[in-house]
């Protein structure tokens, strides 16, 4: 037994809103939703209105001179939430147009009164807020100033259990001098932003008394559903922890097959379970192929996988190998989810969002993205600016579920320099395994190493290998030339002479 | 004339009917006019705002223009309800038979804007709550 009040917290309808709330939103609180005009403030009130909303405890949308209420009405029924069913039942709109132009500000506190008083709503929504603060400036001398209004309201919606919201349009530099933002528990802030060819929506809870809302700016999107949040993963320190993944614990130390026997070898015994591998080479080298193997792989383990594709779609894998028509079997089968991706307006965070889901429905232990490249393309242009950040969260969090992951980053062979990843990433991964073209002998030859694995042994051999009917055939290694990787190899077997190699043009 | 709209004009004519009661003339008609419209506002301003419904009006009345060229338009076509008021004065000039067509014309035109911005199930609500002995005749014709 506790002195303390237990707060109800409430789910809001709106997917990944309870969770940046910190839990829900609390019961009987006084809310406000801010932003600029087209942000999603209305559908955001709407959805969370028709959640909330129920035949004992129906909610008040109160309608003031903003969007004329038959377009709002015209347009929110376009939304899946919109139940015409429930319109004037559990969920009624009352318009106070006339009340704000016609009426004082204690007249429209009465009246909002007496429809509260008659329908004891659960929920009360005022759009839009900013126009009786408007008329709050027009109202006569002697009437209630913005402040008292506001506090009064609130005094009288909280006695009467309503959950309240009021939206308005502002701009961020007013919310020091508003005093609708004091009086306010919770204050959801909407935002857009276009760069270039992309619009990217955010939310903020910059306050939520009572609570601890998830900080900082939240991506979402506006579909037929309505509003989904895509809360901004934090890496905490407990996220590096042994791994817990959505399925069954991988153990410590596990290593997982790649798939390729050889392969397998060179890693020092497959690659460590929960570790992020970097699978870097130039177009056609086989980096899709080897990804399809890691998780075909994993199939044939029971373990489930995840392939994120920003170039390719199911049926490309069909192309790029022998084995490519038995990986789209399995993708048909649901034993690896696709994910395939909205080009150019992405977040990480939504990203995150649909893996995470992915992993959590079919219990998935294994990761591709494919590629790194084709996600830096996807992302809007706001997010690749932090690319690097953004793939640090990603990675940590993810391994840190325990997931093993492969990334396939395209390189362009450059015979002056030796890089694994053109985004500077190549320290975020535990394992890097590179391949590349070289020519010997007058044959255009692929090469793979393995460059690290962290906290293992591995093999520092440069292995030939070739895409058969087999799959993936690692061959020889080059142990009679040297200076492979400078496109200039030169045999080390001739006695007397050395044959210089053709240099790559 | 589609299916939707003979329905609409049947509401509109029954809605009238009840309203008027035994009386038959052009005053009875403008009288029963105003007090359906009285209803339709009761029922649709807070959904859509008293100046929402005036202004679906006097789209309506423009367009029952095209049928009844009698209706002359008011100065000031923004003022919707001096609008409906002046189409009330209007009626009461006409054939007791033509003042009843034109009235029923012009709230079916009400009813398909409603439809045409709200939807079908929107506008029922609001038809069924305003004039609900409309509805009853219907269902007790139906049977």
Redesign the interface.
Known sequence: MTDRVAIRRLSTGVPGLNEILGGGLPEFSFNLIAGVPGAGKTTLAQQMMFALASPDRPALYF?VVGE????M??YQ?QFSYFD??R??ESV????L??DVVNGSLENLLERIIREVEATSPGVVVVDSFRTVAQAAGRAPSGDLDLQHFVQRLAVQLTSWQATTFLVGEYQSSEAGENPVFTVADGLLWLSQSVDRNSMVRKMQVMKMRGQAPIPGLHTFRITGDGIQVFPRVIVGPEEKSPPTAAGTPHKLRERLSIGVKELDAMLGGGIPAGYSVLLAGPSGSGKSMLAAEFLAEGVRHGEPGIVAMFEKRPPDYSLIGPKGRRFEQLVQEGKVGAIQTRPLDLSIDEMLYEIIEAIHRLKARRLVIDSLSGFELALAQTFREDFRESLYRMVTVLTGMGITMMMTAELEDSYSDLRFSPHGTAFLTDAIIMQRYVELQGQLRRVMAVVKVRGSAHSKDLRAFDITDEGIVIGETFGEYEGLLTGSPTSTKSIGRRVKGPAPS | MTGPQAAALQIARRALAQRAGPHTGAGAIAVAARRAYDDLIRVS????????LEA?TGRALHLAQRSYPWLIPTPEPEQSQEAFAHFLTCLEKQEPAVAAEAAEAVFALVSGLFVT???D??TA?ILK?AWPDAFADASTGEK
């Open positions: 309608t004329p209420p038959i377009k009405l015209r029924q015409l069913a319109v004037n009624r709109y009352v318009n147009s006339q | 301003a807070p959904l859509i705002g008293e100046v929402g679906l911005f709200i939807g199930s929107l609500g709550k």
